[in-house]
């Protein structure tokens, strides 16, 4: 059975642009959320769903920052514009039911480079 | 807000030891779950333990909830075993978990 899938694995792009990262969710789970691990600040959650539904992201750092899930299996982070301080890797994760009662199930995630 | 520390932060062992480390929780045990991230990056579930004891082959883990700590045992470690392990708690809000620095665990041959 696949697990977690994210896209592209690595970024490199430059300060000001568009950066998009992909994740598919393990079948059948029904909440998704999305991580950011750095240095400095170790993992920190950015955004949560349920059922497709937005439920907590009071994470995301600020308006650059989007998500959207339209479809249980799909989900995609937005960084707009994209800035040095962005970099880092993005982890999605993946779990069946509210807060995970059985585990989250990472991707292996994208590192993101913004020069 | 809800603090989550690991002990020790850094753990140096010789291939075939064994390794005991802890987890403190500022908050009620909600949804505990241990991690290993390997030097890939790729994080692993090991457990997912808000109480009681589990085991998974040299791998195992106790979550006293009353007193708010989490124990990862590593038996017989091998090089394998090296990279981070997290534990993380339920931070209030859905879903919302809440990751301790680690323990970088080395493993010598």
């Known amino acids: 059975d696949a697990g977690v899938i994210q896209s592209p694995r690595h970024e490199v792009t430059e300060m000001g642009q568009e950066v998009t990262l992909r994740c598919k969710p393990i079948s059948g789970h029904n909440s998704l959320f999305w991580y950011r691990q750095t240095m400095m600040r170790g993992l920190e959650l950015l955004i949560y769903f349920n059922n497709n539904v937005p439920i907590d992201d009071s994470g995301m750092p600020e308006d650059r920052f989007s998500a959207k899930m339209p479809n249980a299996s799909f989900s995609t982070l937005k960084i707009q514009p994209s800035e040095p301080r962005d970099s880092a890797v993005y982890f999605c994760?993946?779990?069946?039911?509210?807060?995970?009662?059985?585990?989250?199930?990472f991707g292996p995630g994208t590192r993101l480079t913004v020069t | 807000g809800i603090q989550v520390e690991q002990s020790p932060p850094d753990l140096i062992l010789q291939e075939g030891a064994n390794s005991t480390l802890r987890c403190n929780f500022s908050?009620?045990?909600?949804?505990l779950q241990w991690f290993h991230q390997n030097p890939w990056g790729q994080l692993i579930n090991l457990f997912y333990i808000p109480s009681g004891t589990k085991q998974n082959g040299r791998l195992s883990a106790t979550t006293v909830a009353t007193e708010r700590y989490s124990l990862l045992y590593i038996s017989s470690s091998q090089t394998t075993d090296s990279g981070v392990y997290f534990c993380?708690?339920?931070?209030?809000?859905?879903?919302?978990?809440?990751f301790g620095k680690g323990t970088k665990l080395s493993v010598k041959p």
């Open positions: 908050d009620s045990v909600n949804n």
């Open positions: 993380s708690n339920y931070g209030g809000s859905q879903g919302n978990l809440i």
């Open positions: 994760a993946s779990s069946l039911g509210v807060a995970g009662k059985v585990g989250q199930y």
